[in-house]
């Protein structure tokens, strides 16, 4: 996350104590004594907040506020206010300024400010650059989603990886989405405009395992979970790398595999394999400042999917959010953000504690009311919104006890 603070103010005591307060919470302080001096440092890719004293000899913080916003719209300006001045601090908060603090501000008071502050321009700049990416046509940054340097490292890996020819193994904990990790690492490879064909490695038998093959020919074959590979099929995939395949093979997996291979339950052989190139997707629990990007981006999509429009997201309920250890990862993450759009707020809070299976199917039967109830009962039109095929739809209402003629108005 962003450390940076432009520190403006022309008191040199009050400067001083305020840059050694944001370097002994990790920030990087770069001071001015003027807008003069400040004003070389603001451009449109400074990565960082700005601090700013309203009353200033020459230029104040009002035209600092105007300066910034003219440059990028979107770069938090924090204005510093002595007790009489309170009423133009407001005024400020109408001109864009990101907040504002009364002098002598309380260090706690401070440092929570800039964290909201530091994490919305990180957002800012990071939904930038995939912009950019995405333009250049870069997978890894339009479908792994993070501002924190375990999300950077990831994506790297991934950019890595995919040069290779070589087998992959993705791991990580349940829900951190190691099937999305997979289709990158097809989608940047040599093989990446063939087909991504994947299947669940448990149900596989060494049959099943060779038209996979020739499914994936040109592309590449992702096959999930081979923990739960049985011993027949391992060695039928042991054999096809050794023997040379046109589907460049990947695997994923939740489990221990070098725990379960010394204990003689998976091949060693194919472990070690398959471990030449391994992608590691970190917990959400190891970096939390990517919650709020995830979050937004779930909101975007279940919002988009009900046809509803995306409520607000208040900083408070971000850090909420971030105080959550997350066990099931983002996919227990995308449950809570479709409960937040659906109006359930106070079920988020509750959303790592359910299992997740009860979770995502209260989830389903939301959505299913929610488009029965924009279309007036019309299953058929509530199915299309949803790209659900009717029979499917029909099948997930039974399911629920779900009646499309009680949402006919």
Not at 22 to 34: I, M, N, P, Y
Not at 274 to 300: G, K, N, T
Not at 347 to 353: C, I, L
Request: with cysteine; net charge negative.
């Amino acid at each position: 996350m962003i450390r940076k603070v432009l520190l403006v103010d022309d008191d040199a005591a009050v400067r001083e104590a305020l840059a050694q307060t944001l370097e002994l919470a990790d920030f990087e302080a770069v001071t001015a004594g003027s807008f003069v001096a400040a004003k070389d440092h603001i451009h449109r890719e400074f990565d960082g907040v700005i601090i700013s004293d309203i009353r200033m000899p020459g230029r104040d913080g009002f035209h600092l506020l105007a300066y910034a916003r003219e440059i990028d719209l979107e770069l938090p300006v924090v204005l510093l206010t002595g007790e009489g001045d309170i009423p133009m601090a407001v005024q400020a908060m109408g001109q864009g300024a990101f907040d504002f603090l009364e002098k002598p501000c309380a260090a706690a008071d401070l440092l929570a400010v800039l964290e909201r502050a530091s994490v919305a321009r990180s957002e800012v700049l990071h939904d930038r650059e995939q912009r950019r990416e995405l333009e250049r046509g870069d997978p890894a940054a339009r479908m792994l989603f993070g501002l924190s340097e375990q999300a950077e490292i990831l994506r790297e890996r991934v950019r890595n990886v995919a040069l290779t020819h070589a087998e992959v193994l993705v791991t990580g904990p349940a829900g951190s989405g190691i099937s999305k990790v997979a289709e990158v690492v097809h989608l940047m490879s040599s093989v990446g405009q063939g087909p991504f064909v994947k299947r669940p490695a448990s149900s596989l038998n060494p049959e099943d395992l060779q038209r996979m093959c020739e499914d994936a020919t040109g592309g590449s074959l992702f096959l999930d979970e081979v923990s739960a590979m049985s011993d027949a099929t391992q060695y039928a995939v042991m054999e096809l790398i050794e023997q040379g395949t046109d589907a460049r093979i990947i695997a994923g997996t939740t489990a221990d595999l070098s725990a379960l291979s010394t204990q003689g339950q998976f091949s060693a052989d194919l472990f070690y394999r398959l471990d030449v190139m391994r992608v590691r997707i970190p917990a959400l629990s190891e970096r939390p400042e990517d919650i709020p990007v995830i979050f937004r981006r779930y909101v975007a999509q279940a919002a988009e999917q009900a046809g509803i429009a995306e409520p607000e997201i208040t900083p408070q309920h971000l850090a909420a959010l971030m105080a959550q250890d997350w066990p099931g990862n983002a996919r227990s993450l995308m449950s809570a953000a479709m409960r937040f759009v659906l109006g359930m707020p106070e079920e988020v809070a509750q959303a790592a504690d359910q299992g997740l299976s009860e979770h995502l199917a209260r989830v389903e039967r939301s959505l299913l009311i929610a488009a029965l109830g924009r279309h007036n009962g019309k299953a058929a039109e509530a199915a299309k919104t949803l790209k659900l095929p009717r029979k499917t739809f029909y099948d997930k209402l039974a399911r629920y006890h779900i009646r499309p003629e009680d949402y006919r108005r």
